[in-house]
């Protein structure tokens, strides 16, 4: 599942912009100060996530720090700040990647910067969907993007698995 370039065909050129710069207003993240550590200072405020009935979720106050997570890598993912290559997009989303997923988008094909343009995005909605056998947290997300340039908007839904590292929980999948 090549997550960024199934994202990228479905919509998700919304991370990526135009060649032409870097105007558009990005929602930016300040850097952690250390690397396996998920940076504090910039997660959304803790706000619970919707809960999918019958299912098992991690303790409360996990679940809320795996959702302020998702909400940042979410922001960051369908925010485009100009056109940047796989590496300078896994450069940014860094703070909230397993090793294993910054692999893979690193190897990804991004869509051409000359299709797209700046966007800002923001979070609709997240739901946890609990924790499945092998211990990440699923969650669904609907998150409104914003071409800059030209106002279009595009609501895109994603889902998520998160696990839980020695220095906080961590993007591990991202699936359309």
């Known amino acids: 599942m090549r997550s960024l370039v199934v994202l990228a065909g479905l919509g998700l050129g919304l991370v990526l912009s135009a060649c032409g710069g870097s105007e558009g207003k990005a929602v930016t993240q300040p850097r952690p100060s250390s690397p396996a550590a998920v940076p504090t200072t910039s997660l959304p405020p803790a706000m619970p996530p919707a809960v999918v009935p019958g299912t098992r979720q991690p303790p409360p106050d996990q679940l809320l720090a795996a959702a302020q997570v998702a ?65 990440r947290l699923g969650f669904i997300a609907q998150v409104q993007a914003t071409l800059t340039d030209s106002g279009q908007e595009e609501r895109v839904g994603l889902e998520l698995l998160l696990v839980r590292e020695p220095g906080g929980w961590r993007v591990d999948e991202v699936r359309q």
């Open 71 to 135: 909400t940042a890598f979410l922001v960051a993912y369908t925010t485009g700040p100009g056109c940047e290559t796989d590496q300078q997009l896994v450069a940014r989303l860094r703070p909230y990647l397993t090793r294993r997923l910054a692999t893979e988008l690193s190897q990804s094909a991004a869509p051409p910067c000359t299709a797209l343009g700046p966007s800002v995005a923001h979070l609709a909605q997240l739901t946890s969907e609990g924790l499945a056998p092998d211990g």
